[in-house]
């Protein structure tokens, strides 16, 4: 049987990068059987999914905010990734994903996708927070004041 070819560690944080959360750097490092691969595409529709709701329904659409937040943390989880794969060491790419073969040694590519990746991922995850928070406390508010009970505890 021929070797498998070698998995390049540059390609697999551009493409968590820019698909990560489609799956693309699955599919690359593990191929089109790869269930994780197919399953990243799930809340990323979602979130996806929830935009397309408030912006056809308003910002009062209760299940817009459940779903849009799956979006930025699936955003900002493949921004992750794309940090750990850029920042792996060489020796130990090779071990886990090229079965042990030395490939060729990352450049500097890897490192311009790891900077964009931590902007990207930080900003994507801090405005995901931020917008959580907000429903949250808006859902919170919307409920009406705390039983007299509750009230007197908080103050």
């Known amino acids: ?58 910002q009062d659409d209760q299940l817009a905010w459940l779903l849009i937040p799956l979006l930025g943390l699936m955003l900002s ?23 042990g073969r030395q490939s060729q040694p990352s450049k500097g590519l890897n490192v311009l996708g790891v900077v964009l990746a931590l902007m990207i991922g930080a900003g994507v995850l801090m405005a995901t927070l931020a917008f959580g928070m907000l429903r949250s406390a808006e859902y919170s508010l919307a409920l009406g004041p705390y039983p007299p009970q509750i009230a007197r505890h908080s103050l």
Do not use: C
């Open 1 to 58: 049987p021929l070797p498998l070819p070698l998995k390049s560690k540059t390609i697999t944080t551009w493409l968590a990068f820019l698909g990560g959360s489609l799956g693309a750097h699955r599919f690359y490092l593990h191929g089109s059987q790869d269930g994780w691969a197919w399953l990243h595409g799930v809340p990323t529709a979602l979130g996806l999914l929830g935009l397309w709701r408030m912006s056809q329904l308003g």
């Open 77 to 99: 989880g493949t921004q992750l990734l794309a940090i750990v794969y850029g920042l792996m060491p060489d020796e130990r790419w090779d071990a886990h994903f090229n079965h």
